[in-house]
Nanobody
Framework: QLSFMESGGGLVQSGGSLRLSCQAA????????IGWFRQAPGKEREGISC????????YYTDSVKGRFTISRDNAKNTVTLQMDSLTPEDTGTYYC??????????????????WGQGTRVTVAS
């Protein structure tokens, strides 16, 4: 059974940074397109960043461009989301999602088959 897990959430002050990680048991993340999604309280889930398999191309939603960076470390079998200059609007539960052999990633949730349980991020003002 495939299992994807997020870690690295927590409480941070506005302007601070957090580093989220997505890891998987029993599979190589290098074979999966990975997306990061978040759901703020009372709001719908939104795609915020993703990284493709074929060429490592990355995509970001406008609200996080220039502040968040997604990257792969195949040796550690990890996809990381570095989040800088955090604001209270970044508060929410963050999920990583995976789709095997998807050469181009997507910020749309329906493009992914596998989801982690989420990690909570709270940004205090």
């Amino acid at each position: 059974q495939l299992s994807f897990m997020e870690s690295g959430g927590g409480l941070v002050q506005s302007g601070g940074s957090l580093r989220l990680s997505c890891q998987a048991a029993g599979v190589s993340l290098g074979n999966y397109a990975i997306g990061w999604f978040r759901q703020a309280p009372g709001k719908e889930r939104e795609g915020i960043s993703c990284i493709s398999t074929k060429d490592g191309r990355t995509y970001y939603t406008d609200s996080v461009k220039g502040r968040f960076t997604i990257s792969r470390d195949n040796a550690k079998n990890t996809v990381t989301l570095q989040m800088d200059s955090l604001t209270p609007e970044d508060t929410g539960t963050y999920y990583c999602a995976a789709e095997r052999a998807a050469s181009v990633c997507s910020l749309r949730g329906f493009s992914y088959t596998y989801w982690g349980q989420g990690t909570r991020v709270t940004v205090a003002s």
